[in-house]
T-cell receptor, first 112, second 119 residues
């Protein structure tokens, strides 16, 4: 079945460091891919999405490119801030799908 | 953007009582709503999926008589935890997806969650 695999956390970075959180997926067909962010004590917020191969989703300085050849959707940010500390979830929704499949989440800590 | 409102955000109650959590889509019609449970430092566990006007579909291992879900309209779904016990304490999150054109690619929009503590 469909699945999403994320790098294990926690990831700890200093402010202004470069961030990469790896995400790979297994799916039949052509899924849409998403990154969600969860701040402490809150629900999930959609961060960015890509609906087809080679699409790049971007928001708030974060980017992720839909790579069908490597079945990946890695999240990147050039310069993280303390306020980026949160849990990040990679997710997919397959064509004609009904349920979004979530990765396990990666916790990010950014130190001042 | 799409907004999902979840209420209450925090509830503390005695063991044996029932607790109702509401989930509303504020600016779109949600054909499908999802209820998740999240344990500390873990990912979301899908409990059930509800479609407006029909019975909810529960995931394996989730007690349907324990967690009653009602999706009475295109903008409201409720989760009732019946006869709650301390082991039901958790963070519950609802999510909704819109209907209409492009539905199959639409992301889910999440409420802010309800922290339930059973004493």
């Amino acid at each position: 079945g469909d699945s999403v695999t994320q790098m294990e956390g926690p990831v700890t970075l200093s402010e202004e460091a470069f961030l990469t959180i790896n995400c790979t997926y297994t799916a039949t067909g052509y899924p849409s891919l998403f990154w969600y962010v969860q701040y402490p004590g809150e629900g999930l917020q959609l961060l960015l999405k890509a609906t087809k191969a080679d699409d790049k989703g971007s928001n708030k300085g974060f980017e992720a490119t839909y790579r069908k050849e490597t079945t990946s959707f890695h999240l990147e940010k050039g310069s993280v801030q303390v306020s980026d500390s949160a849990v990040y979830f990679c997710a997919l929704l397959n064509t004609g799908g009904f349920k979004t499949i979530f990765g396990a989440g990666t916790r990010l800590f950014v130190k001042a | 953007g799409a907004v999902v409102s979840q209420h209450p955000s925090w509830v503390i109650c005695k063991s044996g009582t029932s607790v109702k959590i509401e989930c509303r889509s504020l600016d779109f019609q949600a054909t499908t709503m999802f209820w998740y449970r999240q344990f500390p430092k873990q990912s979301l566990m899908l409990m059930a999926t509800s479609n407006e006007g029909s019975k909810a579909t529960y995931e394996q291992g989730v007690e349907k008589d324990k967690f009653l879900i009602n999706h009475a309209s295109l903008t409201l779904s409720t989760l009732t935890v019946t006869s709650a016990h301390p082991e039901d304490s958790s963070f519950y999150i609802c999510s909704a997806r819109g209907s209409g054109a492009g539905y199959s690619n639409q992301p889910q929009h999440f409420g802010d969650g309800t922290r339930l503590s059973i004493l």
